[in-house]
T-cell receptor, first 117, second 116 residues
Framework: AQKVTQAQTEISVVEKEDVTLDCVYE???????LFWYKQPPSGELVFLIR??????QNEISGRYSWNFQKSTSSFNFTITASQVVDSAVYFC??????????????FGTGTRLTIIP | DTEVTQTPKHLVMGMTNKKSLKCEQH?????MYWYKQKAKKPPELMFV???????INESVPSRFSPECPNSSLLNLHLHALQPEDSALYLC???????????????FGQGTRLTVV
């Protein structure tokens, strides 16, 4: 069974501080994908990043960066110089290849991030 | 156009009503999904359609009936719901290519459903 753990339920930081959201996963698959999604108050899930299990390179996109460490089964997300617009719930997710080849996302419980002006 | 559109945005229905949720995408995606999200919980997969055929049903009660009339549309028909079915219902779509599985899913804003 696949499992994604986001131990931080809620985080609050002051604007311009850096913040790291933790994600730990469990899977028996050798090939898998990891995702981060952002859910603002409006409700839609906004895709942020996809990483496959064979690519352990860290990635940076503007103020966002991701650290994938297979040895510790972690895929952490850092926001640098946080802004109020970053306030949202962030979900880490793991995809499983079903018999039909479709993506089945297993989500973590989410981390509610509040950026204080 | 990277948009998944869901209607209505809000819906209040009685336990004896029949209603439908609608989802539309024009990104050429051939996989479409329904997720259910309770307050302060992560989304939970309900159904997956692949090339307009139902490929995954996560043991969802029959009072929820999905339909995929064509590659751009996905409906969720609701009948005889219970108050505990109140939730945010999210539709998503993703590119389906056998050479590249597990592409990212694009989500709509959801329909916030209240059953009274």
């Amino acid at each position: 069974a696949q499992k994604v753990t986001q131990a931080q339920t809620e985080i609050s930081v002051v604007e311009k501080e850096d913040v790291t959201l933790d994600c730990v996963y469990e899977t028996r698959d050798t090939t898998y994908y990891l995702f981060w999604y952002k859910q603002p108050p409006s409700g839609e899930l906004v895709f942020l990043i996809r990483r496959n299990s064979f690519d352990e390179q860290n990635e940076i996109s503007g103020r966002y960066s991701w650290n994938f460490q297979k040895s510790t089964s972690s895929f952490n997300f850092t926001i640098t110089a946080s802004q109020v617009v970053d306030s949202a719930v962030y979900f880490c997710a793991l995809s499983e290849q079903s018999n039909f080849g479709n993506e089945k996302l297993t989500f973590g419980t989410g981390t509610r991030l509040t950026i204080i002006p | 156009d990277t948009e998944v559109t869901q209607t209505p945005k809000h819906l209040v229905m009685g336990m004896t009503n029949k209603k439908s949720l609608k989802c539309e995408q024009h990104m050429g995606h051939r996989a479409m999904y329904w997720y259910k999200q309770k307050a302060k919980k992560p989304p939970e997969l309900m159904f997956v359609y692949s090339y307009e055929k139902l490929s995954i049903n996560e043991s969802v009660p029959s009072r929820f009936s999905p339909e995929c009339p064509n590659s751009s549309l996905l409906n969720l028909h609701l009948h005889a719901l219970q108050p505990e079915d109140s939730a945010l219902y999210l539709c998503a779509s993703s590119h389906q290519d056998m050479a590249e599985l597990n592409t990212e899913a694009f989500f709509g804003q959801g329909t916030r459903l209240t059953v009274v």
